[in-house]
């Protein structure tokens, strides 16, 4: 078949009244030339026609991954094959009789395939990555980094092949000398593997995942995961700056996760109040009468009496922050903004040089961060502000104006 075309283009030279001979170098490259435009035309029609009406096709369809696809342009890249296959199937038919120039485009031929084939493949990730992002699968599972390791184990048998093919020798014998520079390749992609083994983990052990609020001190992260890669985790802070983790820094330090807090549906309000220890004192009937005008603090006061039948009724005489926490207990339940089925707490923490520390330890039932805080300042202000009807004060160290006041006191004296 090459023979005869070959003498077709020989003729139709001779009738122009250029002399040519069917096997000499004009012949062969209008042959070459031909080949060519084979091989565009096919490309022309694959890319501009049949990938057109796919186009066509996946445009008006619902189907989410095509919509990916075309955006990626994955079908094109793969259409860059059809001239390089084209060409490798004439080729050998216009250079039977030069072997070391068919050799040459052969193997470019095949390089070129290996590359659009890499190519295309890593386009088909980056789509598959976009489809877990918009099917919410990254929430749960690592695929950037399985995707990230898959275009690095598809780069290094791209090379390889390439350079078997370049060389003229078996994959096998490139493989085999990969055990010589295990070591290399270990410490150049140490963080790679460290990486990827660290996302296994972080998978399976549900660690992290896209979302999750962490606060990791030792990088200066606070805020939510945005991205979880091969090698490291990508955290955008609450005050919009971002802060990059390797992955096995997760694995091998300690963070705090706040997944279980948002899924819980309940946040903490742990804070304490220092009361000025001298304003602790007992109270009297009259204090009793006065402070039962408070709401939540007449029901106290008359069960507590109820209780002293007999013994020493001097030691079971009520104090003024005994109706303080009471009165505290009752203002929390009756507040519809905290949990009452979590850990719910009033208490006296160890007296220390600052006063008595009384905590709130409760739960507020919406964990939102601008609601939980305006939550917790109307709790405190509230506490601050009813203080003094218990004739307790908060601990203050002294500042400028009580040295002043002091030394006045003691010149006037």
């Known amino acids: ?232 985790v990508k955290v955008k802070n609450w005050d919009n700056t971002v802060t990059n983790i390797p992955a096995y820094a997760l694995v091998q330090d300690s963070f705090i996760n706040w997944r279980q807090m948002q899924e819980s549906g309940g946040r903490r309000i742990k804070r304490s109040i220092l009361i000025d220890i001298e304003t602790i004192k007992f109270i009297d009937e009259q204090q009793q009468q006065q402070l039962s005008t408070i709401p939540y603090v007449a029901d106290f006061i008359a069960k507590r009496n109820a209780e002293i039948v007999t013994g020493d009724a001097h030691a079971l005489q009520l104090t003024n922050i005994t109706v303080f926490r009471a009165y505290l207990e009752a203002y929390l339940k009756q507040n519809n903004k905290i949990r009452q089925d979590m850990t719910f707490l009033v208490r006296e923490l160890e007296p220390s040089a600052q006063g008595l520390p009384v905590q709130i330890y409760v739960f507020v039932n919406d964990t939102r961060w601008a609601f939980y805080e305006a939550v917790q300042s109307d709790i405190f202000d509230h506490v601050l502000a009813i203080l003094p009807q218990f004739n307790l004060a908060v601990y203050q160290s002294p500042d400028g104006s009580d040295v002043r006041s002091l030394q006045s006191s003691i010149a006037a004296s």
């Open 1 to 232: 078949m090459s023979h005869k075309i070959r003498l077709d283009i020989a003729n139709g030279m001779s009738q122009l009244g250029i002399n040519v001979q069917p096997q000499d170098s004009i012949s062969t490259a209008i042959f070459m030339v031909l080949c060519c435009v084979v091989a565009f035309l096919a490309y022309v029609f694959v890319r501009w026609g049949l990938l057109a009406i796919l186009r066509s096709a996946i445009k008006r369809s619902q189907a989410t991954w095509g919509h990916v696809m075309v955006r990626h342009k994955v079908f094109e890249k793969l259409s860059l094959t059809i001239p390089a296959m084209v060409l490798n199937l004439v080729i050998p038919l216009v250079l039977d009789k030069h072997a070391i120039l068919s050799s040459f485009i052969d193997r470019t031929l095949s390089l070129w395939l290996i590359i659009v084939l890499v190519r295309s493949t890593y386009a088909f990730l980056d789509a598959t990555n976009d489809m877990a992002d918009i099917n919410q699968i990254s929430r749960n599972l690592p695929v950037k980094s399985f995707v990230q390791l898959s275009k690095l184990i598809i780069f290094f048998i791209g090379f390889i092949i390439a350079i078997s093919v370049l060389t003229n020798r078996s994959p096998i014998y490139f493989l085999s000398g990969l055990g010589v520079a295990t070591g290399l390749v270990l410490l150049v992609f140490r963080d790679t593997i460290l990486g990827f083994v660290a996302g296994i983990q972080l998978s399976a052990n549900q660690m992290v995942k896209v979302g999750d609020w962490i606060q990791m001190d030792k990088y200066g992260a606070n805020g939510s995961i945005d991205e979880v890669s091969l090698t490291t």
